[in-house]
């Protein structure tokens, strides 16, 4: 097919539940490709010679090439293809912000609208998942030295995925009950099915990877603890799972949630299939969610889901500086979401018997750009004006996990407790001990975390070796 040809076919849109309907459950929005929507819209793809869209995936999945597997029909090749770089394709194609990152430098961007690369990652994955044709590949021989993971988040799932291909025995400790990190206790079932999670985890089992739940790295045992029992190297993926507040007054009141904690309750502890889990929740008619991130439309989402008649998204900039990915924002004013924008909270108020009942805020407007590159948010002198809610969720960022640094005081930290690495690689302060995800960056997105366990990966493998060459 000639390049203009490919240009004329329009892309493809995701099939989704009615708005209407998915307020009143959990399930997943999206409904995924038809194996002849993904053909067509594979077809779109030009097969450039240099492809900008590999360069712009943190992975850097081969992506012409299972694309034109999956026009060609060839679709578990096309997965097969996918996993020579990514074990987590199901969860990428959900999560990831393509469009910012492989589909934001896509040519056929330049002339209309990108590939929905994204779309087509998932759709290569599930239909590897759901026809039963999931296969591994060829383990190579044994090393002989064994890697601690802390954390089963994307970056460490993905360190761990790497090594045990190489050769390495992999165990990854997780502090909770079960394996995956954020993508289990902060990603809502409608965005990110649990099942699709699990599948994944399985597969990194089947290549060998020893995942031991509820172990409590910093306090189970230490990193000094796993080195002196045999461990070789460390890789620190602990996340950023501290909650931060916005240190105005009324945030200790009944009905004020962090949003790790709102989220952990109704996806973790599935709060919302309550009583069939018991997990209570406060749910409300009137509910703000404070902030402008993936994590706040998550929550306010979630509340809409629980039956709020009114959920507000207050963040203090405006639509065009929001953090959150623009499909969960269309997907979120589909559903009836009241975006409040240029609006900071002053404070919480409560009742007499210190249960929330209000919010009091101020309008801002939008000053010169300040660090991050957007447009510094300045309050308006006089307008504050108070709305009436009964719950509210703080999701205006998190803070990283203390536990390591403060179990181990040899690795280095910012003022912010993130540890610290050299510059463009994993190697930490200590000997040994690599870190990445959230940890380190603070809280981003799963695929640059799972970008900085495969550059991990490589610097482990490289550390090990050099030590091996040492003794010979």
Same mark, same amino acid.
Request: charged content about 25%; glycine content about 10%.
């Given at each position: 097919?000639?390049?203009?040809?490919?240009?004329?076919?329009?892309?493809?849109?995701?099939p989704?539940?009615d708005s209407?309907?998915?307020?009143?459950?959990?399930q997943?929005?999206?409904?995924?490709?038809t194996? #002849?929507?993904?053909?067509?819209e594979?077809? &779109?793809c030009?097969l450039?010679?240099?492809?900008?869209?590999?360069?712009?995936?943190?992975v850097?999945?081969?992506i =012409?090439?299972?694309?034109?597997?999956?026009?060609? !029909?060839k679709?578990?090749?096309? $997965?097969?293809?996918?996993?020579?770089s990514?074990?987590? =394709?199901?969860?990428?194609?959900?999560?990831?912000?393509q469009?910012?990152?492989?589909e934001?430098?896509?040519?056929?961007?330049?002339?209309?609208?990108?590939?929905a690369?994204?779309?087509?990652e998932?759709?290569?994955? +599930?239909?590897e998942?759901?026809n039963?044709?999931?296969?591994?590949p060829?383990?190579?021989?044994?090393?002989?030295?064994?890697?601690?993971?802390?954390?089963?988040?994307?970056?460490?799932?993905t360190? $761990?995925?790497?090594?045990?291909?190489?050769?390495?025995?992999?165990?990854?400790?997780?502090a909770?009950?079960?394996?995956?990190?954020?993508?289990?206790y !902060?990603?809502?079932?409608?965005?990110?099915?649990?099942?699709?999670?699990?599948?994944?985890?399985?597969?990194?089992r089947k290549?060998?990877?020893?995942?031991?739940?509820?172990?409590v790295? !910093?306090?189970?045992?230490t990193?000094?603890d796993?080195?002196?029992?045999?461990?070789?190297?460390?890789?620190?993926?602990?996340?950023?799972?501290?909650?931060?507040?916005?240190?105005v007054?009324?945030?200790?009141?009944?009905?004020?949630?962090?949003?790790n904690?709102?989220?952990?309750?109704?996806?973790l502890?599935?709060?919302?299939?309550?009583?069939?889990?018991?997990?209570?929740?406060? #749910?409300?008619?009137n509910?703000?969610v404070?902030?402008?991130?993936?994590?706040?439309m998550?929550a306010?989402?979630?509340?809409k &889901?629980f039956?709020?008649?009114?959920?507000y998204?207050?963040y203090r900039?405006?639509?065009?500086?929001?953090?959150a990915?623009?499909?969960?924002?269309?997907?979120?004013? @589909?559903e009836?979401?009241e975006f409040?924008?240029?609006?900071? =909270?002053?404070?919480?108020?409560g009742?007499e018997?210190?249960?929330?009942?209000?919010? @009091?805020?101020?309008?801002m407007?939008?000053?010169? =750009?300040?660090?991050?590159?957007?447009? #510094?948010p300045?309050?308006?002198?006089?307008?504050e004006?108070?709305? +009436?809610?009964e719950?509210?969720?703080v999701?205006? !960022?998190?803070?990283?996990?203390?536990?390591?640094?403060i179990?181990?005081? +040899?690795?280095?930290?910012n003022?912010?407790?993130?540890?610290?690495?050299?510059?463009?690689?994993?190697?930490t302060?200590?000997?040994?001990?690599?870190?990445?995800g959230?940890?380190v960056?603070g809280?981003?997105?799963?695929?640059? $975390?799972m970008g900085?366990?495969?550059?991990?990966?490589?610097?482990?493998n490289?550390?090990?070796? @050099?030590?091996? +060459?040492n003794?010979q």
């Open positions: 097919m000639e390049p203009r040809e490919r240009l004329k076919i329009q892309r493809q849109k995701m989704a539940q209407g309907v998915r307020i009143t459950n959990f997943e929005v999206n409904y995924g490709y194996p #002849k929507m993904a053909m067509l594979a077809q &779109r030009l450039c010679k240099k492809p900008l869209c590999v360069a712009g995936c943190p850097n999945i081969d =012409p090439s299972f694309i034109s597997l999956i026009a060609e !029909g679709f578990t090749e096309a $997965a097969k293809k996918i996993k020579e990514n074990s987590l =394709p199901a969860i990428c194609g959900r999560v990831c912000p469009e910012e990152q492989c934001g430098v896509c040519v056929v961007g330049n002339k209309g609208v990108s590939v690369i994204g779309h087509l998932r759709f290569a994955a +599930d239909w998942r759901t039963g044709e999931i296969s591994t060829e383990k190579h021989t044994p090393i002989g030295k064994k890697i601690a993971i802390v954390g089963s988040g994307p970056s460490g799932l360190v $761990a995925s790497e090594l045990v291909k190489m050769g390495y025995a992999v165990t990854i400790f997780e909770l009950h079960t394996p995956g990190g954020v993508l289990v !902060g990603i809502p079932e409608f965005r990110l099915p649990k099942d699709i999670v699990n599948s994944e985890i399985d597969y990194l290549l060998g990877v020893e995942i031991v739940t509820n172990f790295v !910093g306090k189970t045992m990193i000094d796993l080195i002196k029992s045999g461990y070789d190297a460390v890789f620190v993926g602990s996340g950023a799972g501290l909650p931060v507040f916005m240190n007054s009324g945030e200790n009141l009944n009905g004020v949630y962090s949003a904690e709102y989220l952990t309750r109704t996806n502890m599935k709060a919302y299939v309550f009583p069939e889990y018991d997990t209570p929740i406060a #749910k409300a008619k509910v703000a404070i902030g402008g991130g993936n994590t706040a998550d306010v989402r979630t509340a &889901r039956g709020a008649e009114h959920a998204l207050i900039r405006s639509w065009e500086e929001m953090p990915r623009l499909e969960e924002r269309h997907h979120a004013r @589909e009836g979401i409040t924008f240029l609006t900071a =909270p002053v404070r919480i108020i009742d018997n210190g249960w929330v009942q209000g919010i @009091e805020c101020i309008k407007e939008l000053g010169d =750009p300040d660090a991050s590159g957007r447009r #510094k300045v309050p308006i002198k006089g307008s004006f108070v709305i +009436d809610v719950l509210v969720v999701a205006v !960022g998190n803070g990283a996990n203390p536990l390591i640094p179990s181990t005081p +040899d690795i280095q930290t003022k912010w407790g993130n540890i610290i690495v050299k510059e463009g690689e994993t190697v302060t200590k000997n040994g001990v690599f870190a990445g959230d940890i960056r809280g981003a997105t799963v695929i640059l $975390a900085d366990g495969k550059k991990a990966a490589q610097e482990i490289t550390y090990l070796m @050099e030590k091996i +060459d003794k």
